[in-house]
């Protein structure tokens, strides 16, 4: 939907407390769209989208081609418009457009859709524009970007590369041109971007609420003032509002003007190179970045602060080998490659390259259109800063801000309780029941584990499902609104009907009954979700390091095949809920590293809470289906008949079809096989660590079927 004309006035964006660094990334991005959008990470409740949705009401009007569904330039209107040629047609201004992109939007909202029926009938093009028309030459903002459908993705990417977007139905085809400004919020405790959508935004920004009284004061007492009275607030506001859209229209004006010396040019590849990026989009981003903020502070030339700050904004997202990485640039080592190769083009007197004062030797802030408290008599600037750098940005705008702490964080996961003093069944004194957690073995790629049948879930990469893309199976009758036209059903179900329809000439009549949509076969993504073994029996400190290593590379695996994940440990006593099931690996990989070890083994109580977690989750979400993965060697302590516990447990989860792999950690000379046994009660896959590797000469079953038919 468009946020452009609301009759409730948006939250002004001068009024957003702390978030220097996101301010100033979309400030850059409105200066320059060139720079290729933001990234918004962080906690829920940071206002990350109040300060996104306040953006648009900064942004300039844009001339349009009058009636034109795709925003045409009356200057260089596209010659390939759907809704062309325009030729002499009437130019009309309206504000730049903000548009929403829901997460759980169908691809035909998206792209736009084409009425086969006409298509194929009359042979018109009747198309219906999607969201990527309505954001040409504005803004498309995703919220939870990163739980977008992999589909959508695809679309994105493809638009954003192309600056055009194509739908196509069976040789039918409609082109239009799409480029936007990419905006997206996301909170990484949700899980992570594929890298190819990652590196498409130019800057990312990581926003944490502060943890100043005095900041949040101000956030909750502007936040209650505009619910109270949203016109009145924003009236409040509207000089520092003109006073910012000033600025950054004399800033777009000065942006042509700016030089980027090779000084400058030297320090921007030196940076990528030392921070090893991959590609070169990382150093033209750099460089309209640090342009575009010579252009902010009201300078003709690129200084070695612009060049540094560009690249706090532009590198921390593409340096990242894997979804553990923590997003971040090493300060230091980024000062030491400027020092380095810095010096060539620097402006020491104050002036820029043409000759101009810098309007501000001080900073931005008395830069074009004021900006700052003292440029549009505003309420005075609150302290503080919200963001999570380790420096200030060396080009942020001084405006009054604003905070909105949208929901109270979430009560933290109570600490492992240690467990009664016991011998351990190793032999060796428990320590109180519990030993120190050790850190996990080198992850490895991993053989890929199905769940056997076909499911019907969300597009992944792991089991085989009915989905949107892929192979072609069949075709059937639409349920709604028309998928993937099966043009060869489509005609086959129409002929028998032709001669009674009247048909004359070439053209073939098609009726809404004899429409068929192509059933198609791809993969799916599943919930894995691990029951780990953390007792005595697996506390040596080798044998407990490897098992995290296996468990870690599971995790990436379940990263790059869109599954979603939940984690349960047993021992002592009794089994725990480590992570609630998510898309965040990192979650998961930071569960396990803090796990700790030793006690009883009691095997039974954490299959029973992997049965109540599937129940709970096969209730949300009953499409997704789960697989479940056992780590343990087999053993079964503690309580009243421990073992049988144990076999009953797993022949419940058997009954209900949980498709499962047991992972056997046993180890030593002596094999008891309790593992095995497990995974035959389970009806399920037992591999060792050995077998879990991709590059490991032993068999693996590839689905855990096999066993299942046994059985």
Known sequence: MTTAHH?????????????DDLRLALLLNAVSPAVGGVLVRGEKGTAKSTAVRALSALMPQVDVVSGCRFACAPAAPDPGCPDGPHGSAAAAERPTRMVELPVGASEDRLVGALDIERALSEGVKAFEPGLLADAHRGILYVDEVNLLHDHLVDLLLDAAAMG???????????????????????????????????????????VAASREPDERVSVVRRRLAYDADPAGFAAGWAAEEDALRGRITAARELLPRVTLGDGALRQIAATCAAFEVDGMRADIVMARTATALAAWAGRTDVLEEDVRQAALLALPHRRRRNPFDAPGLDQDKLDQTLEEFGGADEDTDGQGTDGEDDPDPDGPDGGPGGGGPDGGG??????????????????SPELPHQQERESAEGPERPAEQPAAPERSEEGAPAAGGEKAAVGAGEPFRTRRLDVPGLGEGADGRRSRARTAHGRTTGARRPHGALGKLHLAATVQAAAPHQRARG?????????????????????????????????????????MSAVKGAVLSLLLDAYQRRDKIGMITFRGTGAELALPPTSSVEA????????????????????????????????????????????????????????????????????????????????????????????????????????????????????????????
């Open 7 to 19: 009759t409730t006035p948006q939250y002004p964006f001068t009024a957003v407390v702390g978030m």
């Open 164 to 206: 055009a977007s194509y739908v196509e139905r069976e040789g039918v085809s409609v082109r239009h041109a799409a480029r936007f400004l990419l905006v997206g919020t996301m909170n990484p405790e949700e899980g992570e971007l594929r890298p190819q959508l990652l590196d498409r935004f130019g800057l990312t920004v990581e």
């Open 378 to 395: 505003a309420p005075p600037r609150d302290s503080g800063d919200g963001g999570p750098q380790e420096a200030p940005p060396a080009q």
């Open 503 to 543: 048909r004359h000439g070439r053209g073939l009549v098609v009726r809404r009954d004899d429409l068929r949509e192509a059933v198609r076969e791809g993969r799916e993504g599943n919930l894995v979700l691990f029951v780990v073994d953390a007792s005595g029996s697996m506390a040596a400190r080798k044998r």
């Open 588 to 711: 998961g990989a930071a569960r396990l590293e803090q796990l700790p070890t030793g006690g009883r083994t009691p095997l039974s109580e954490g299959l029973l809470r992997a049965h109540e977690v599937l129940r709970v989750e096969r209730m949300r979400d009953a499409s997704r289906r789960p697989l479940l993965v056992v780590v343990t060697d087999g053993r079964a302590t503690g309580g009243p008949e421990p073992v049988v516990r144990a076999a009953r447990a797993a022949r419940l989860l058997a009954a209900e079809g949980t498709a499962s792999v047991v992972v056997d950690c046993e180890a030593g000379p002596v094999r008891l096989g309790l593992a095995g046994e497990l995974a035959r009660d389970l009806q399920g896959t037992a591999v060792t660590l050995d077998e879990l590797r991709a590059d490991s000469v032993s068999a693996l079953v590839r689905t855990v079927q096999g066993n299942r038919k046994a059985a």
